[in-house]
């Protein structure tokens, strides 16, 4: 089975500051990764996704994120945070396969100071 | 090109009724997908559908159903309502295939609260 750990429930950062949301996943097959952003009272909207290929991963809104294999990790940052960043970010891992399900980690909420 | 729509977007339930909770995928979309989000758990996987059939299901009890018309239409419902259902209820569907690299969309969701 597959799970996606992201250590902290709470991030805060100055504007203008460097946004690093940390995840780290287990799964048994190669996975695919995502990264989720929710804004109150909203669903979730695609941030970014490794399927395969490169390593680092560029998405919407200045982030990215690298796919570490070694490490089993794929952080999100952002060089500069702006005050819209503010939401709730969460990582999600799927295995390759069939009938595989998408499996989300707790979530961190990114909080940006003026 | 209209996005996910979930019907309703609020409601109130008594503890031991039953609700419907419907989601519209995006235009060709054949795969629809369910979670439920709460503070405690996050977001669980309910169950996933493709062209009328369960594909997939999570690990929750039998009071949570759910369905796929032909057009891609899907329901869940929850018969027996508990406390513990109250949830934002979220819908996402996926084009083609719905294969695990497809990205997922992400309709606003369902505010269930059970009193």
């Known amino acids: 089975a597959q799970s996606v750990t992201q250590l902290g429930s709470h991030v805060s950062v100055s504007e203008g500051a460097l946004v690093l949301l940390r995840c780290n996943y287990s799964?048994?097959?190669?996975?695919?990764l995502f990264w989720y952003v929710q804004y109150p009272n909203q669903g979730l909207q695609l941030l970014l996704k490794?399927?395969?290929?490169?390593?680092l991963v560029k998405g919407i809104n200045g982030f990215e994120a690298e796919f570490k294999k070694s490490e089993t990790s794929f952080h999100l940052t952002k060089p500069s945070a702006h005050m819209s960043d503010a939401a709730e970010y969460f990582c999600?891992?799927?295995?390759?396969?069939?009938?595989?399900?998408?499996?989300f980690g707790k979530g961190i909420t990114l909080s940006v100071r003026p | 090109k209209a996005g996910v729509t979930q019907t309703p977007r609020y409601l109130i339930k008594t503890r031991g009724q039953q609700v419907t909770l419907s989601c519209s995928p995006i235009?060709?979309?054949?795969?629809v997908s369910w979670y439920q989000q709460t503070p405690g758990q996050g977001l669980q996987f309910l169950f996933e559908?493709?062209?009328?059939?369960?594909?997939n299901k999570g690990n929750f009890p039998g009071r949570f159903s759910g369905r796929q018309f032909s057009n891609s239409r899907s329901e869940m419902n929850v018969s027996t309502l508990e406390l513990g259902d109250s949830a934002l209820y979220l819908c996402?569907?996926?084009?083609?295939?719905?294969?695990?690299?497809?990205?997922?969309?992400f309709g606003q969701g369902t505010r269930l609260t059970v009193v």
């Open positions: 799964s048994s097959v190669p996975p695919y």
């Open positions: 490794y399927t395969t290929g490169a390593t």
């Open positions: 559908y493709f062209s009328e059939t369960q594909r």
């Open positions: 235009s060709g979309h054949r795969s």
């Open positions: 999600a891992v799927r295995p390759g396969g069939a009938n595989s399900k998408l499996t």
């Open positions: 996402a569907s996926s084009p083609g295939q719905g294969g695990p690299n497809t990205e997922a969309f």
